[in-house]
């Protein structure tokens, strides 16, 4: 089982935009919900946005919405997060995780129990 990471971008600056992509090897994103979480300098690990693994609600942190988009790709095995209107708060690792319990609730609740994690990712926003 692996996931890869990938950062289109990288360094942008405040009101830019950048996507991010995680795929996935070895078992089917379709049969897990799949969430993106990030972790600034000196802050906790937090859930911002996530796919279920049926039909449902995707979530979004209050502090993405409205500028942060997840979507999947089956045919790709390939969760995306596109990020527009980035600020410099914005600025953390960023992590792919994908949990078989299908919900989204550990990443609503920013748990760390996910059952598997990708590496994180640099996502720097210059002000």
């Known amino acids: 089982l692996r996931f890869s990471c990938r950062v289109w971008g990288g360094l942008v600056q405040a009101g830019g935009s950048l996507r991010l992509a995680c795929a996935a090897s070895?078992?089917?994103?379709?049969?897990?919900?799949v969430g993106w979480f990030r972790q600034a300098p000196g802050k906790e690990r937090e859930g911002v946005s996530c796919?279920?693994?049926?039909?449902?609600?995707?979530y979004y942190a209050d502090s993405v919405k409205g500028r942060f988009t997840i979507s999947s790709d089956d045919a790709k095995n390939t969760v995306y997060l596109q990020m527009n209107s980035l600020k410099p708060e914005d600025t953390a690792v960023y992590y792919c995780?994908?949990?078989?319990?299908?919900?989204?609730?550990?990443?609503?609740?920013?748990?760390?129990?996910?059952?598997?994690w990708g590496k994180g990712t640099l996502v720097t926003v210059s002000s």
């Open positions: 995780a994908a949990d078989s319990w299908g919900s989204c609730a550990k990443v609503v609740n920013s748990r760390d129990d996910m059952d598997y």
């Open positions: 796919i279920p693994a049926s039909d449902g609600s995707t």
């Open positions: 070895g078992f089917t994103f379709a049969d897990y919900a």
